[in-house]
């Protein structure tokens, strides 16, 4: 089992920035692979950026590259999302997830594959 709380959402401005970490706990919690996903209001849920257990491969929505960063420190077990440059249109709800190690590769090659734990998320708002 592992749980996963995200923290550092709040409202800023357009241009700002702001850091999401990911916290996770259970044994085996740095084994996984992990995933930002978000939910704006109305929308359905979509990928945002992922990291492998190791963190040596990263992969992002084509919305975010550039502006976001994905990061792991598997000691401390936490994940982060550095979000820079942000837009009105990142205004969302921000999940983590873990996924199996193998089912990285499920969201590297641009699609999206089964989650095994969910965070609770954190609310992110981007005022113009």
């Known amino acids: 089992q592992v749980q996963l709380v995200e923290s550092g959402g709040g409202l800023v401005q357009a241009g700002d920035s702001l850091r999401l970490a990911c916290e996770a706990s259970?044994?085996?919690?740095?084994?996984?692979?992990m995933v930002w996903f978000r939910q704006a209001p109305g929308k359905e849920r979509e990928f945002v950026a992922a990291?492998?257990?190791?963190?040596?491969?990263?992969t992002y929505a084509d919305s975010v590259k550039g502006r976001f960063i994905i990061s792991r420190n598997n000691a401390k077990n936490v994940v982060s999302l550095q979000m820079n440059n942000l837009k009105p249109e990142d205004t969302a709800v921000y999940y983590c997830?873990?996924?199996?190690?193998?089912?990285?590769?499920?969201?590297?090659?641009?699609?999206?594959?089964?989650?095994?734990?969910w965070g609770q998320g954190t609310q992110v708002t981007v005022s113009s």
């Open positions: 997830a873990a996924v199996q190690p193998n089912n990285y590769y499920y969201f590297s090659a641009g699609g999206s594959g089964p989650v095994d734990y």
């Open positions: 259970g044994r085996t919690s740095s084994s996984y692979a």
């Open positions: 990291i492998s257990w190791s963190g040596g491969s990263t």
